[in-house]
């Protein structure tokens, strides 16, 4: 079957992309390098027609008080868009947890673009994931310097991205949840002994230091980003990760 896959370029998107065409689908990956832009619609139409399933992997360009609109602004008219061209099923990457963390604007444009999904006209299913293996040297970034990292000690479930993006895929070949599968990794760490554990295996001599004000994590409390009892856990761990 067709299916576009908008922010089809990206780290998620180039391998759902890759694994539906493995599958035998005909999916093809859509942005605004492309010419697809969801704010602006230019293209969308286009991009849609044809197209049994459409996959929305596109993020918004800042994680502050403007991702809210963006969200609700591109969820909105690719719904418009999918409806028209008659595609009967959208499926979105959200987050584990992201309903229990009102205090960051992002994970609230996050719930938001959820809702429009859940109620607007075209079935529908949501792939929670935990964060990516992939986003730690991001995080590190955010509050360190040339001899420490400053990370809270939140707790995170980390997975790779090829995993999160298999989950994707197999949703999006399937049948509309109309609901919410959640996908997370084998184990559970506080985010400084994820720090820890990447710089030894990089060679950095770095510190890492709890500074639970450090950060976008910091606003998270207790568990809230950890997969419940329903999530579908990946096998690969994180030093194995690491190793490749």
Avoid: C
Avoid at 116 to 143: C, H, N
Avoid at 204 to 224: L, N, P, S
């Amino acid at each position: 079957m067709k299916i576009a896959v908008m922010g089809g370029t990206g780290l998620i998107g180039s391998q759902v992309v890759r694994l539906l065409n493995a599958a035998g689908h005909e999916a093809v990956p859509h942005s605004p390098s492309t010419g697809v832009d969801l704010i602006s619609g230019d293209g969308v139409a286009a991009a849609l027609e044809g197209a049994v399933a459409v996959v929305n992997l596109t993020n918004s360009p800042t994680f502050d008080d403007q991702s809210p609109a963006w969200f609700r602004a591109s969820m909105g008219n690719l719904l418009a868009a999918a409806a028209a061209a008659g595609t009967g099923h959208a499926v979105i990457l959200s987050i584990v947890g992201v309903d229990q963390v009102p205090d960051l604007d992002y994970y609230r444009a996050k719930v938001l673009q959820e809702d429009v999904l859940k109620a607007g006209p075209v079935p529908y299913s949501i792939v929670r994931s935990t964060q990516f293996f992939e986003f730690m040297d991001a995080v590190m970034s955010w509050t360190s310097d040339e001899r420490t990292v400053r990370l809270p000690a939140t707790r995170v479930q980390p997975i790779a991205s090829a995993d999160i993006a298999k989950a994707v895929a197999d949703a999006t070949a399937g049948a509309p949840l109309n609901g919410t599968r959640n996908v997370a990794g084998p184990e559970v760490f506080t985010l400084d002994e994820l720090g820890r554990i990447t710089l030894e295996a990089k060679g950095d001599k770095r510190t890492v230091v709890v500074d639970d004000t450090a950060g976008m994590f910091a606003a998270v409390k207790g568990d809230a980003l950890i997969a419940g009892a329903d999530a579908v856990l990946s096998t690969l761990t994180y030093r194995e990760w690491l190793a490749r």
